[in-house]
């Protein structure tokens, strides 16, 4: 298990409240935020609400809340979700992306009864799952915490500054096969699109782990190098800068080529003009 403090400041993206008591979110926003409500038919109870600011909030028959995150205008998810169990105990958040027009499932974290205020690294089979026939579907199949900390850096820099970061790997998935850990970010020339489908088109800058630069391990001494990387960017003119990449677990074997797992990040950042 891993402390979630320090992840909450970190990933920016997702929810910086976790809670596991049992709670009615729609008391939190006027009936003026409200765009629709859904109502089990056999008995009137509210069953999903979406509000203005595009956040879905779906409820269990018992009035619990089932999940709580943001739609895009296609419906997709986007941003932080959070599941709760039906007995109102928050079981799951995860981080979900758009790759190519297609929704991504870029990090799921599980959490136990117990204690929310720490992740798991694997499941809880009768704890992790969502008891109502509409919701089984949205029980993942995967077993394992997906998390990658991205620390990155200051909101302002100066121009004759690097915007500097550093990721920890937590959960790597090809451990036992002597995988390898980059961070991949988009040249100085063009930038990644927003939903990263110009990959294979633009040129990359590439940032190793520690194991691999050397130069900063004595800055991240208690760390492990194999799964730790330091990266960041220069910048040659003023204004707000939209930042992306995606840190990349992958190994090649003769026997089953190439594999990759990979998680997306993106931050904005203010460069001024020191002159």
């Keep these: 298990m891993k402390n979630i403090v320090t992840f909450i400041f970190i990933l920016t993206t997702f929810i910086s409240c976790l809670e596991k008591n049992k709670k009615n979110l729609e008391d939190n926003k006027s ?49 932080s979700w959070k599941f709760y169990t039906k007995e109102g105990y928050l079981s799951e958040i995860r981080e979900y992306f758009v790759i190519k027009d297609e929704p991504y499932l870029n990090q799921n974290i599980y959490f136990s009864k117990e204690d929310s205020d720490y992740w798991m690294d694997t499941k809880d089979e009768k704890f992790n799952l969502y008891s109502q026939s509409d919701f089984y579907s949205d029980t993942l199949t995967y077993h394992k915490t997906f998390y990658a900390e991205f620390d990155l850096g200051k909101d302002t820099i100066n121009i004759n500054e690097p915007w500097r970061a550093v990721c920890y790997y937590y959960t790597p ?15 100085a020339d063009k930038n990644f699109n927003k939903d990263f489908s110009n990959i294979q088109e633009i040129k990359k800058d590439t940032f190793h782990n520690l194991q691999k630069d050397v130069s900063n391990q004595k800055h991240f001494p208690d760390d492990d190098p194999n799964y730790t990387v330091v990266f960041g960017k220069w910048f040659k003119t003023p204004g707000k800068k939209t930042l992306r990449g995606y840190l990349s677990e992958n190994y090649t074997k003769k026997d089953s080529g190439y594999k990759e797992k990979r998680i997306f990040f993106e931050k904005t950042i203010f460069v001024k003009d020191s002159i």
């Design 173 to 187: 998935v090809f451990q036992d096969k002597n995988s390898e850990v980059i961070v991949v970010m988009s040249g």
């Design 31 to 79: 009936n003026n935020d409200t765009i629709r409500k859904i109502y089990y038919d056999s008995n009137r109870k509210l069953k999903e609400v979406f509000f203005k600011d595009s956040i879905l909030i779906k409820y269990y028959l018992n009035g619990n809340v089932f999940s709580e995150g943001k739609l895009n205008r296609q419906n997709q998810r986007i941003g």
